[in-house]
């Protein structure tokens, strides 16, 4: 355990030592944020629209998965987890992600519905953290949306018992081959267990990085009517 204690805290005397050359501690890895200002006289009142200011601007400016997002559960003892999965929708009533329901996330939202998103565009210097309740969407919204992804996704669907223990990565791969040939020229029918969740947000913080660490934190919270906006310090 105390070489581990060494390697991320160490000691006063090895913080002069010389670093091995491409090498630098991790304490001293930074960068300075520079974006432009975020101003509560600027930003939409309805917090959905707002995102969809930002998510535009994520989808020209990022290259590779604009619409990924850390989601954040619970189980019913207060255990948090965290994934990372892919945003596939959104409107003024949430926002829409799919996984399979048995999987550990679905059982810990079954247990407890409150969860959180978190975006970051590094590239942009904002992130925006969603904290909100979970629920299904309705069955005809995961079967439309099953229905258009890849045959190869959907037999991963169904050959994956999402975070059960396997024997093997042959155990896995043998599945999805035999699937294959079962489906092979058939239309793929999505499995109860596999579908959507809407996130229904209550509170949406838009963070902007700025010049020194005096970022931009515009915070919206819903009181059961309407939507307030406030400032938080950085």
Not at 75 to 101: A, E, I, M
Not at 176 to 196: C, F, M, S
Not at 219 to 230: A, H, K, L, S
Request: contains cysteine; negative net charge.
């Amino acid at each position: 355990m105390l070489k581990y204690f060494k390697r991320w805290f160490p000691a006063k005397d090895e913080l002069t030592k010389p670093k091995a050359a491409g090498k630098q501690a991790i304490e001293m890895l930074r960068r300075e944020y520079t974006g432009e200002p975020l101003l509560e006289d600027n930003v939409d009142p309805n917090p959905i629209q707002q995102f969809r200011v930002w998510f535009d601007v994520a989808l020209d400016a990022i290259k590779d998965d604009p619409n990924a997002m850390i989601l954040s559960t619970a189980d019913d003892t207060g255990q948090p987890s965290s994934r990372t999965v892919l945003l596939k929708g959104f409107d003024d009533d949430g926002f829409v992600f799919y996984t399979n329901y048995q999987s550990r996330k679905g059982k810990q939202i079954d247990e407890n519905s409150s969860v959180s998103i978190l975006f970051y565009w590094p590239e942009l210097m904002r992130q925006v953290h969603i904290e909100g309740t979970a629920e299904k969407v309705p069955d005809t919204q995961s079967d439309h949306y099953f229905a258009q992804r890849p045959d190869a996704s959907n037999i991963a669907a169904l050959a994956s018992d999402q975070s059960a223990a396997i024997s093997s990565r042959a155990e896995l791969e043998k599945k999805r081959d035999q699937l294959e040939k079962t489906y092979a020229g058939n239309v793929i029918q999505r499995p109860p267990h596999w579908g959507g969740y809407l996130v229904k947000p209550h509170r949406m913080e838009f963070w902007q990085g700025r010049l020194n660490r005096l970022h931009d934190r515009i915070c919206y919270e819903f009181d059961g009517n309407q939507w307030t906006i406030q400032r938080l310090s950085p």
